[in-house]
T-cell receptor, first 115, second 113 residues
Framework: DAGVTQSPTHLIKTRGQQVTLRCSPKSGHDTVSWYQQALGQGPQFIFQYYEEEERQRGNFPDRFSGHQFPNYSSELNVNALLLGDSALYLC??????????????FGPGTRLTVL | LAKTTQPISMDSYEGQEVNITCSHNNIATNDYITWYQQFPSQGPRFIIQGYKTKVTNEVASLFIPADRKSSTLSLPRVSLSDTAVYYCLVGDRVKAAGNKLTFGGGTRVLVKP
């Protein structure tokens, strides 16, 4: 049973470019959340997708957008990249019907470097 | 959401017990306390969750006093592989799987040989 997978592992972009990160949730999960983790800090919530719609959103600009597909996988898109967007981007999946915190599983993340 | 405060870092030695205390003075009645562990270049991993008194699993113990304004994560007999960042989170357990998680800065635990 595969856990949460993310691609790519690492990515280098330049300022102003656009990037797409991908996440496949753990088998049986239907909810995907995205987090940004700057170096030395805790993860910060970007947004969450359920039933192909954005259900919750953190304090991130509209340059950050996402999508969830019918198979529950998800993409995170960031436009007009800034140096400050350099971070580890984490995907977490869960089952909406569950009421247990320990059913949130994180992927290994995508390390994005903006030059 | 209740804000949490925990030490920035802690050093320990192999075989010792590590106790990390987290303060959450504004915890609400419906809030649970959850701890996550994160190794370098990996995503956080759930360790333990509790509401009051003591919870123990195969990895750690969680002690919560009656006023619930703080909690202590206890890692027994740590090994080098326990070197990680430990995060204390407080939030409503209802529909917890769908909740956004609010992480603080965490506690960096370094286990030395």
């Amino acid at each position: 049973d595969a856990g949460v997978t993310q691609s790519p592992t690492h990515l280098i972009k330049t300022r102003g470019q656009q990037v797409t990160l991908r996440c496949s949730p753990k088998s049986g999960h239907d909810t995907v959340s995205w987090y940004q983790q700057a170096l030395g800090q805790g993860p910060q919530f970007i947004f969450q997708y359920y039933e192909e719609e954005e259900r919750q959103r953190g304090n991130f600009p509209d340059r950050f957008s996402g999508h969830q597909f019918p198979n529950y996988s998800s993409e995170l898109n960031v436009n007009a990249l800034l140096l400050g967007d350099s971070a580890l981007y984490l995907c977490a999946s869960s089952l909406a019907a569950s009421q247990l915190a320990d059913t949130q599983y994180f992927g290994p993340g995508t390390r994005l470097t903006v030059l | 959401l209740a804000k949490t405060t925990q030490p920035i870092s802690m050093d320990s030695y192999e075989g010792q017990e590590v106790n990390i205390t987290c303060s959450h003075n504004n915890i609400a009645t419906n809030d649970y306390i959850t701890w996550y562990q994160q190794f370098p270049s990996q995503g956080p991993r759930f360790i333990i969750q509790g509401y009051k008194t003591k919870v123990t699993n195969e990895v750690a113990s969680l002690f919560i006093p009656a006023d619930r304004k703080s909690s202590t994560l206890s890692l027994p007999r740590v090994s080098l592989s326990d070197t990680a960042v430990y995060y204390c989170l407080v939030g409503d357990r209802v529909k917890a799987a769908g909740n956004k998680l609010t992480f603080g800065g965490g506690t960096r635990v370094l286990v030395k040989p």
